[in-house]
């Protein structure tokens, strides 16, 4: 990836905001009104402080781009869309996310197979996930437990009871 140095001079590019609200999923952001709700939701904020969502949003409506595209922290977001659900302005976080991804690889600050080498670890986490719930409905109907069934019934809709 290429890094923004901490010493070098902030560059501005004041069209950002117009760009990251020209596509399909960052429309909204030009109404954020920085209440903080989404950082105050996100999972992510919660474990690493520097994840901010508001504040990368306000970066972006300064015009900062080469510092939230080059910033690692673009891609930590776990697409969970608690922050999309709760903003009061429908900003839509996670879809800005998203925009902000796409341009950080069209602006060449990361290598084109970034995403997709994100996309293969993300879905190695997810069946780890669905393998702990299923080893988990195991143990509880081998125990006898009286949710077994339920949690049963939940991964076979899911198309995971296997
Ligand atoms: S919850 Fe919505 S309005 Fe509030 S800071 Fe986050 S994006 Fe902006
Ligand atoms: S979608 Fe991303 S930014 Fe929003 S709450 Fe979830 S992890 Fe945080």
Request: charged share 25%; net charge positive; aromatic share 6%.
């Amino acid at each position: 990836m290429k890094a923004a140095s901490e010493n070098a001079p902030r560059v501005v590019n004041p069209r950002f905001k117009y760009e990251v609200a020209a596509r399909p999923g960052g429309q909204q952001i030009k109404v954020c009104f920085g209440c903080g709700i989404c950082t105050a939701g996100c999972p992510v904020a919660e474990i690493d402080a520097a994840y901010n969502p508001r504040r990368i949003i306000r970066l972006v409506l300064l015009g900062l781009e080469e510092e939230v595209l080059t910033a690692d922290l673009i891609w930590l977001c776990t697409t969970c869309f608690t922050c999309y659900a709760r903003c009061p302005q429908d900003v839509k976080f996670t879809d800005v996310m998203g925009v902000l991804r796409d341009l950080a690889v069209e602006k060449g600050y990361v290598h084109p197979s970034f995403p997709a080498r994100l996309r293969a670890l993300d879905d190695t986490v997810q069946r780890a996930r669905r393998d702990g719930a299923r080893a988990l409905a195991r143990a509880k109907a081998e125990a006898g437990e009286p949710d077994a069934g339920l949690l049963r019934r939940i991964l076979a809709a899911a198309g995971e009871d296997s």
